[in-house]
């Protein structure tokens, strides 16, 4: 039997947003492969984005991009959800040509961290390609309670999605 939340569409597969990300969320990815030295509290990485003169790193959103488009980190980058080979894809563009040194922090916040499908991966290939500054975005549980709901830095998305 299928879940209360699940909507058809023509081809009759449609799932509601909550049951996808549900569903997409649903399996630990594994052991963390950074250390703790390289997790970002929200707390220490809101000042730096409200300081007009802090040196901003670069924020790499490896979300989903309906959650990019409804709300995301000021002057973040849309990466791609890297569970997916196109996701991969458009964090390897986002980051071509960019220093090997460059202070670099990947966030999702579709789910709680120790199931998300993208943190992962995302920091595994930058370590991959050679990024020596990359740090997680730490969001235990997703980014309306650990962001928005607190306040931090943030704009809305636009309908044509990323940067």
């Known amino acids: 039997m299928l879940p209360a939340r699940v909507k058809y569409g023509r081809a009759g597969t449609k799932l509601a947003l909550p049951v996808l990300l549900g569903v997409l969320c649903f399996a630990q990815q594994g052991a963390d492969p950074w250390s703790k030295s390289a997790l970002l509290d929200p707390a220490a990485l809101a000042p730096v984005l409200r300081s007009a003169s802090a040196r901003r790193p670069v924020i790499l959103c490896v979300a989903f991009p309906v959650l990019y488009r409804a709300r995301h980190i000021p002057h973040a980058i849309l990466a791609g959800p890297t569970s997916r080979p196109e996701g991969m894809d458009a964090l390897k563009k986002a980051v071509a040509g960019m220093a090997k040194d460059s202070d670099i922090v990947i966030y999702c916040g579709c789910c709680p961290m120790d199931k998300c499908p993208n943190v992962r991966p995302a920091f595994q290939a930058l370590k991959e ?35």
């Open 129 to 163: 390609m050679g990024f020596t500054r990359v740090r997680v975005l730490n969001i235990p549980t997703n980014m309306f309670a650990d962001w928005y709901s607190k306040d931090y830095p943030s704009e809305p998305g636009s309908a044509a999605g990323g940067r």
